[in-house]
C-alpha cells in the first residue's frame, strides 16, 4: 500500500513538473513575441519611432490650442451623446530640444482603429527625432486591448484597477515600449477611450538626461548661494 502511495505521488509530481515547464515555455514564447513584432513595427501605422519629424508631410507642430481636443462617448441612456475636452500634457516641452506634432485633422489612415474612432494622435519629438507617439481613441468597449493583445501577444503586465483606471496593459521590447491605459470621463465613473503610447527606451533616455542636467543646474544655483 505504501509503495502504491508512492507511485501516485511520484505520478503527480511528474505532472506538476510537465505543466511548470509548459507554463514557462508559453511566457518565454509570449515575450519574444512581444519584442519580436514592437521591433519590427517600431510604431503605429507609417509613423515610425526615431525617424526624423520631416520624412511626414501629414503633422503639424502642435501649438497651446492643438493639444486640446475633444472625445465623445454614449450616456448611460444610449441616446446622448456627451462631448468632454482633454489636453495632451507633455512636461518635457519645457525644453527647446523637446516639440510636439499632431496628426492633422482628416488625414486617411489616421481617423479609426478597430474598436473605436482616434480623437488625437500626437507625435513628441527630441532633435527632431520621434521618441513618443500617443494615440487618444475613442471607445466604450474592451476591443481595443483585445486587438493589441492578438498583435503583440499577453502584456507583460495588466490590471483592472490602478491609480483610478480601469485597466491597463505594458508590452515592452528591447527598444520599444508600448502602453495602453483606460481614459475614465470627468466624474471617474466610466471608461471613455483609451489612452496609446509607443516609446523608444534610447530616446527617451536622452530626453531624462535633459531633466537630470537641469536638476544638476538647480543644485549648482543653490550651492553657488551658500
Do not use: C
Not at 519590427?40 to 507609417?46: A, I, L, M, T, W
Not at 519645457?94 to 482616434?118: A, C, F, H, M
Request: aromatic share 12%; no cysteine.
Amino acid at each position: 500500500m505504501l509503495l502504491k502511495n508512492s507511485s501516485f505521488s511520484d505520478l503527480i509530481f511528474r505532472k506538476s513538473h510537465i505543466l511548470v515547464v509548459f507554463i514557462m515555455l508559453f511566457s518565454l514564447n509570449s515575450i519574444a513575441q512581444q519584442r519580436s513584432v514592437l521591433e519590427k513595427k517600431k510604431g503605429f501605422r507609417e509613423i515610425k519611432l526615431r525617424a526624423n519629424i520631416s520624412d511626414y508631410d501629414f503633422l503639424t507642430l502642435a501649438n497651446d490650442q492643438d493639444l486640446r481636443f475633444n472625445m465623445e462617448f454614449v450616456d448611460d441612456t444610449q441616446e446622448n451623446m456627451i462631448t468632454e475636452e482633454r489636453k495632451f500634457e507633455n512636461v518635457n516641452l519645457k525644453y527647446d530640444e523637446v516639440d510636439v506634432y499632431s496628426v492633422n485633422p482628416g488625414t486617411e489612415n489616421y481617423q479609426v482603429i478597430d474598436g473605436g474612432t482616434l480623437a488625437k494622435v500626437f507625435i513628441s519629438t527630441i532633435n527632431s527625432q520621434i521618441y513618443k507617439i500617443t494615440l487618444f481613441a475613442e471607445s466604450q468597449s474592451t476591443v481595443i486591448p483585445k486587438m493589441f493583445k492578438t498583435v503583440f501577444g499577453h502584456p507583460k503586465f495588466s490590471t483592472n484597477v490602478e491609480r483610478g483606471h480601469f485597466d491597463r496593459y505594458i508590452w515592452g521590447g528591447r527598444h520599444t515600449g508600448l502602453v495602453i491605459t483606460a481614459i475614465l470621463d470627468n466624474e471617474k465613473n466610466k471608461r471613455i477611450g483609451y489612452r496609446i503610447v509607443y516609446t523608444d527606451f534610447k530616446l527617451q533616455n536622452e530626453v531624462r538626461n535633459l531633466e537630470k542636467v537641469e536638476q544638476q543646474k538647480k543644485l549648482q544655483e543653490i550651492r553657488d548661494r551658500y
